[in-house]
C-alpha cells in the first residue's frame, strides 16, 4: 500500500476552503440541507447554525463552478479562506516525513512539532522518570484498536485535593489539541521544578490530570492514511463505514439533535451511548472518582472559544454566570500574550446543537460545576491544519488563562 498516498489523500486535487454566509431563510436552508445530506460530497467544517454565522466549507475541485451557481443563486457570497488545501498540507508533510519521524525519535522530543502516538507515548512516559515526585502515569483503559489511553497525574503527595480533568484530540484531526496537552503537561512539571510560584501554587492545591490523546486510533490514522479524519475507527455493525464521532457518543441528551445514527456520518453517535471503549473508559474514571472533581476540559480545534453547556438546548444553566466569569478573566489573560481573541458563552450561542458532548455529560451527570469545550486556534486561516510554528504561541495563551482559571474558581 501506497501510504503517502493514502496518509494524504487530498493531494494531486484542488481542493479548497471557501467561508459561506448565508443572509436569508432560503440561502441557510439550502447549506443545512447540504450539511445533513450523508451523500453530499461537500465537508461541512462548521455547521450551518443560524442565518447570520459564517460557515466553513471543504470543496471538492470537481464541484466548485456548481456550488458557486448554487451559492450565486440563493444569494449567498463566499470567500476562499484556503486556496489550495494540498500546499498546507505538504508543508505539514515535509516537516513530518518517515524520515523526519526517525530522525527525531534521537533527538530530544520538541513540543514544537506533531507527533505520533509512539512519539507520544514514549514522552509522557519519560515524564514520569524525570518528575517521579509530581508525575504519574497509568493506562485508564484501550482503544477500538488497542492503543493505550495514557492518562498524566500531575499534583504533590499529601492530603486530598480537588482536581481537574483535561483531555485532548478527541477529534483525531485536531493535532493542535494534543501538542497543546502535552506542552501543559511538560511546562507544569518544570515550572514547579525551576521555582514558578504561579505553577506551585497551582499544583500545591490541585491533582491535575491530563489525557493527552483520547482518541489514539484515529489520531494514528490521521498520520499513516486520511489526514482529515474526524472520528474514532471502531467497527459499526452492518455498515462498512468506520468510526463513532466520540464527542456525541457520551450519556447525556444522547441523540435528541445535533448528532447523526448514519454510521458514514462525520457525527455518527454511535449504536448506544458510551458504545465506545474509549468514552466509557474516560465516564468510569471520572465517575470512580467523583468526589473529587472541581472542573472539567476537553480541548478542540478550531474557532477560539471558550464553551458552556448546555450543547442540547439554548437554555442556560441556572449557574451560567458564576461559570462565565472565571474564564472572562481567563480570556483577559490570553489576550495579553500575543492578542489572541476568543469568546466565552454556551455551545449553541457560539456554534450549534450538538448532544451527547463531554461536557455537558460532566455537567448534568457528573455533576462537576466548572466543565467546558475550548476550541483552540485558529479562526479558520488554516483551520484544521495549523502550522506546527503556531503550537507553542497556542499553548502558552492557553497556559495563561489556564492558571487565571484555576485561580478564580478557587475563590
Same mark, same amino acid.
Given at each position: 500500500?501506497?501510504?503517502?498516498?493514502?496518509?494524504?489523500?487530498?493531494?494531486?486535487?484542488?481542493?479548497?476552503?471557501?467561508?459561506?454566509?448565508?443572509?436569508?431563510?432560503?440561502?441557510?436552508?439550502?447549506?443545512?440541507?447540504?450539511?445533513?445530506?450523508?451523500?453530499?460530497?461537500?465537508?461541512?467544517? %462548521?455547521?450551518?447554525?443560524?442565518?447570520?454565522?459564517?460557515?466553513?466549507?471543504?470543496?471538492?475541485?470537481?464541484?466548485?463552478?456548481?456550488?458557486?451557481?448554487?451559492?450565486?443563486?440563493?444569494?449567498?457570497?463566499?470567500?476562499?479562506?484556503?486556496?489550495?488545501?494540498?500546499?498546507?498540507?505538504?508543508?505539514?508533510?515535509?516537516?513530518?516525513?518517515?524520515?523526519?519521524?526517525?530522525?527525531?525519535?534521537?533527538?530530544?522530543?520538541?513540543?514544537?512539532?506533531?507527533?505520533?502516538?509512539?512519539?507520544?507515548?514514549?514522552?509522557?512516559?519519560?515524564?514520569?522518570?524525570?518528575?517521579?515526585?509530581?508525575?504519574?502515569?497509568?493506562?485508564?483503559?484501550?482503544?477500538?484498536?488497542?492503543?493505550?489511553?495514557?492518562?498524566?497525574?500531575?499534583?504533590?503527595?499529601?492530603?486530598?485535593?480537588?482536581?481537574?480533568?483535561?483531555?485532548?484530540?478527541?477529534?483525531?484531526?485536531?493535532?493542535?489539541?494534543?501538542?497543546?496537552?502535552?506542552?501543559?503537561?511538560?511546562?507544569?512539571?518544570?515550572?514547579?521544578?525551576?521555582?514558578?510560584?504561579?505553577?506551585?501554587?497551582?499544583?500545591?492545591?490541585?491533582?491535575?490530570?491530563?489525557?493527552?490523546?483520547?482518541?489514539?486510533?484515529?489520531?494514528?490514522?490521521?498520520?499513516?492514511?486520511?489526514?482529515?479524519?474526524?472520528?474514532?475507527?471502531?467497527?459499526?455493525?452492518?455498515?462498512?463505514?468506520?468510526?463513532?464521532?466520540?464527542?456525541?457518543?457520551?450519556?447525556?441528551?444522547?441523540?435528541?439533535?445535533?448528532?447523526?445514527?448514519?454510521?458514514?456520518?462525520?457525527?455518527?453517535?454511535?449504536?448506544?451511548?458510551?458504545?465506545?471503549?474509549?468514552?466509557?473508559?474516560?465516564?468510569?474514571?471520572?465517575?470512580?472518582?467523583?468526589?473529587?472533581?472541581?472542573?472539567?476540559? %476537553?480541548?478542540?480545534?478550531?474557532?477560539?472559544?471558550?464553551?458552556?453547556?448546555?450543547?442540547?438546548?439554548?437554555?442556560?444553566?441556572?449557574?451560567?454566570?458564576?461559570?462565565?466569569?472565571?474564564?472572562?478573566?481567563?480570556?483577559?489573560?490570553?489576550?495579553?500574550?500575543?492578542?489572541?481573541?476568543?469568546?466565552?458563552?454556551?455551545?449553541?450561542?457560539?456554534?450549534?446543537?450538538?448532544?451527547?458532548?463531554?461536557?455537558?455529560?460532566?455537567?448534568?451527570?457528573?455533576?462537576?460545576?466548572?466543565?467546558?469545550?475550548?476550541?483552540?486556534?485558529?479562526?479558520?486561516?488554516?483551520?484544521?491544519?495549523?502550522?506546527?510554528?503556531?503550537?507553542?504561541?497556542?499553548?502558552?495563551?492557553?497556559?495563561?488563562?489556564?492558571?487565571?482559571?484555576?485561580?478564580?474558581?478557587?475563590?
Amino acid at each position: 500500500m501506497d501510504v503517502s498516498f493514502h496518509w494524504f489523500c487530498l493531494l494531486q486535487q484542488l481542493y479548497q476552503l471557501w467561508r459561506v454566509r448565508p443572509t436569508n431563510v432560503h440561502g441557510f436552508n439550502l447549506l443545512h440541507k447540504m450539511a445533513v445530506n450523508e451523500a453530499s460530497e461537500v465537508d461541512f467544517w %462548521t455547521l450551518p447554525v443560524k442565518n447570520t454565522s459564517n460557515i466553513d466549507i471543504l470543496v471538492h475541485p470537481n464541484l466548485q463552478n456548481y456550488l458557486k451557481k448554487q451559492l450565486h443563486d440563493a444569494g449567498i457570497k463566499h470567500n476562499v479562506i484556503i486556496d489550495d488545501l494540498q500546499k498546507n498540507i505538504e508543508k505539514e508533510r515535509n516537516t513530518i516525513s518517515d524520515e523526519g519521524v526517525r530522525k527525531r525519535q534521537k533527538k530530544p522530543f520538541k513540543l514544537s512539532q506533531y507527533h505520533t502516538y509512539d512519539e507520544i507515548q514514549w514522552f509522557i512516559n519519560n515524564l514520569q522518570t524525570s518528575y517521579p515526585d509530581k508525575c504519574t502515569v497509568f493506562t485508564i483503559g484501550k482503544s477500538a484498536d488497542d492503543r493505550n489511553l495514557t492518562l498524566v497525574k500531575i499534583g504533590t503527595k499529601g492530603k486530598m485535593k480537588p482536581a481537574i480533568w483535561m483531555d485532548c484530540g478527541v477529534h483525531a484531526r485536531e493535532w493542535i489539541s494534543p501538542a497543546t496537552c502535552l506542552y501543559l503537561t511538560f511546562r507544569l512539571l518544570d515550572d514547579y521544578q525551576r521555582g514558578n510560584t504561579a505553577v506551585i501554587d497551582l499544583v500545591d492545591h490541585y491533582d491535575l490530570y491530563i489525557l493527552p490523546l483520547a482518541n489514539p486510533d484515529g489520531y494514528e490514522y490521521t498520520w499513516t492514511n486520511t489526514r482529515l479524519w474526524r472520528k474514532s475507527r471502531s467497527r459499526n455493525r452492518k455498515s462498512r463505514c468506520i468510526g463513532v464521532d466520540l464527542n456525541r457518543n457520551w450519556g447525556y441528551r444522547w441523540m435528541e439533535g445535533g448528532a447523526s445514527q448514519t454510521p458514514c456520518s462525520d457525527i455518527y453517535a454511535g449504536a448506544k451511548p458510551f458504545s465506545e471503549p474509549e468514552t466509557k473508559a474516560i465516564a468510569d474514571f471520572i465517575m470512580k472518582h467523583q468526589y473529587k472533581w472541581k472542573a472539567y476540559l %476537553t480541548l478542540h480545534s478550531y474557532s477560539q472559544l471558550w464553551l458552556t453547556p448546555w450543547g442540547y438546548t439554548s437554555t442556560l444553566p441556572l449557574d451560567y454566570q458564576d461559570m462565565v466569569d472565571p474564564v472572562k478573566r481567563a480570556i483577559v489573560s490570553m489576550r495579553k500574550l500575543y492578542g489572541t481573541q476568543y469568546q466565552v458563552g454556551s455551545t449553541p450561542d457560539l456554534l450549534y446543537i450538538s448532544v451527547g458532548r463531554a461536557e455537558d455529560w460532566a455537567k448534568g451527570i457528573a455533576k462537576i460545576k466548572y466543565s467546558y469545550a475550548v476550541e483552540l486556534r485558529d479562526t479558520g486561516t488554516h483551520g484544521f491544519v495549523l502550522p506546527a510554528n503556531q503550537i507553542i504561541a497556542t499553548a502558552k495563551e492557553i497556559l495563561a488563562g489556564l492558571l487565571t482559571f484555576f485561580k478564580e474558581i478557587r475563590l
